[in-house]
T-cell receptor, first 114, second 116 residues
Framework: DGGITQSPKYLFRKEGQNVTLSCEQN?????MYWYRQDPGQGLRLIYY???????QKGDIAEGYSVSREKKESFPLTVTSAQKNPTAFYLC?????????????FGSGTRLTVV | AQTVTQSQPEMSVQEAETVTLSCTYD???????LFWYKQPPSRQMILVIR??????QNATENRFSVNFQKAAKSFSLKISDSQLGDTAMYFC?????????????FGKGITLSVRP
């Protein structure tokens, strides 16, 4: 079955460490996205990519980095520059361009700073 | 930039009754897409219903329907015959119709509790 897989489900980070969240899809989608979810804040866009080897900053990109070396993969690195990284992170994918199909979402990664 | 506003943070409804969740948005575009997503306690996001602004007819999916008022920039979700499984967070989302881009802008969400 086609889908989008995020790993790990739970991740703990020490202060000052970088961590990488994995996102893989086998839907043959060109576009991929990373959102951050905080209580009362909804979903906020971190980064997105419309095509391999290209990506753009979203609304809250500071302290995060991404790469898009393969169509199937869009890993997100939370760097030590991100001051408040504890949150729920959602990865999504879609076809390129506006679509009524919306997004397919992964099941999320809960990141906690310890 | 587009904004999506969900002003009610929480709602509660008795099982089998009908509930309406509100959503307003701000845009200067004439055509766009609107969505409602459901996030149950599992936190998996599920597409509930979608609407193209160019179409006047309100979308319906089984017990879910929308009241789309384009002039008022309002896109409310009506859930009929509420079930316990409808307990979830609901997000309204907006997609601008722009070539080579499919970004979704989300509201802050509303937590719906269905009481037995």
């Amino acid at each position: 079955d086609g889908g989008i897989t995020q790993s790990p489900k739970y991740l703990f980070r020490k202060e000052g460490q970088n961590v990488t969240l994995s996102c893989e899809q086998n839907l043959n989608h060109d576009a991929m996205y990373w959102y951050r979810q905080d209580p009362g804040q909804g979903l906020r866009l971190i980064y997105y990519s419309q095509i391999v080897n290209d990506f753009q900053k979203g609304d809250i990109a500071e302290g995060y980095s991404v790469s898009r070396e393969k169509k199937e993969s869009f890993p997100l690195t939370v760097t030590s520059a991100q001051k408040n990284p504890t949150a729920f992170y959602l990865c999504a994918s879609s076809i390129t361009g506006p679509t009524l199909y919306g997004y397919t979402f992964g099941s999320g990664t809960r990141l906690t700073v310890v | 930039a587009q904004t999506v506003t969900q002003s009610q943070p929480e709602m509660s409804v008795q099982e089998a009754e009908t509930v309406t969740l509100s959503c307003t948005y701000d845009t200067s575009e004439s055509n766009y897409y609107l969505f409602w997503y459901k996030q149950p306690p599992s936190r998996q996001m599920i597409l509930v219903i979608r609407q193209e602004a160019y179409k006047q007819q309100n979308a319906t999916e089984n017990r879910f329907s929308v009241n789309f008022q384009k002039a008022a920039k309002s896109f409310s979700l009506k859930i009929s015959d509420s079930q316990l499984g409808d307990t979830a967070m609901y997000f309204c989302a907006f997609m601008k119709i722009q070539p080579q881009e499919s970004k979704l802008t989300f509201g802050k969400g509303i937590t719906l509790s269905v009481r037995p």
